[in-house]
């Protein structure tokens, strides 16, 4: 069965740094693209960032562009997003999410999520 | 950026009722469309993608139609468990979901 796990989340100032990770495990991780999509509380779901399989893909929302960074170790089956320059708006849960493989670009497997706070 | 504009914001209807579930894009998504549902404390789960192509161990009363710009989720009779909020989300310029349809009990 196919589990993501993210970690990493937390209360952090604006203007800080932030680095999510998401283990995945129960599938071959090195077989499919990989996403981050957040909740605000109470809101809905806006994609953040996504990486194929070999990371040589790399796609970011106007909102996070130039500030958060994607990346995978597929020797370690985990997917990462570098966050820099918070902000309060990015508060959200963060979600890292698989692709589907019958249809690249559509999500079957999420983890739970982690928590981001961005406050002073 | 393709948004995705989903109507009603909130439905309201009985157990055995059929639900219907409307999304429009601003410009043509082809046949690039998903439907998701979620609960309260639980990550999203695929129900429909390429427009009409239930995903695995989706029960048969969920379907989805439509291309283009204007798309249906239709759950023909509604179970308990099915109450939730469905959103659709586009793949044909990079990503977007609407924001949401509460399905909720009358």
């Known amino acids: 069965e196919v589990h993501l796990v993210e970690s990493g989340g937390g209360l952090v100032q604006p203007g800080r740094s932030l680095r999510l990770s998401c283990a995945a495990s129960?599938?071959?991780?090195?077989?499919?693209?990989m996403h981050w999509v957040r909740q605000a509380p109470g809101k809905g779901l806006e994609w953040v960032s996504g990486?194929?399989?070999?990371?040589?893909?790399?796609g970011y929302a106007d909102s996070v562009k130039g500030r958060f960074t994607i990346s995978r170790d597929n020797a370690k089956n985990s997917l990462y997003l570098q966050m820099n320059s918070l902000r309060p708006e990015d508060t959200a849960l963060y979600y890292c999410?698989?692709?589907?493989?019958?249809?690249?670009?559509?999500?079957?497997?999420w983890g739970q999520g982690t928590l981001v706070t961005v406050s002073s | 950026e393709i948004v995705l504009a989903q109507s009603p914001a909130t439905l309201s209807l009985s157990p055995g009722e059929r639900a219907t579930l409307s999304c429009r894009a601003s410009?043509?998504?082809?046949?690039?469309l998903a439907w998701y549902q979620q609960k309260p404390g639980q990550a999203p789960r695929l129900l429909i993608y390429?427009?009409?192509n239930r995903a695995t161990g989706i029960p048969a009363r969920f379907s989805g139609s439509g291309s283009g710009t204007d798309f249906t989720l239709t759950i023909s009779s509604l179970e308990p468990e099915d109450f939730a909020v469905y959103y659709c989300?586009?793949?044909?310029?990079?990503?977007?979901f609407g924001q949401g349809t509460k399905l909720e009990i009358k």
């Open positions: 410009q043509s998504v082809s046949s690039y």
């Open positions: 129960g599938l071959t991780f090195d077989d499919y693209a």
């Open positions: 390429d427009a009409s």
């Open positions: 990486i194929s399989w070999n990371s040589d893909s790399i």
């Open positions: 999410a698989k692709v589907q493989a019958a249809a690249v670009g559509y999500f079957d497997y």
């Open positions: 989300q586009q793949r044909s310029n990079l990503y977007t």
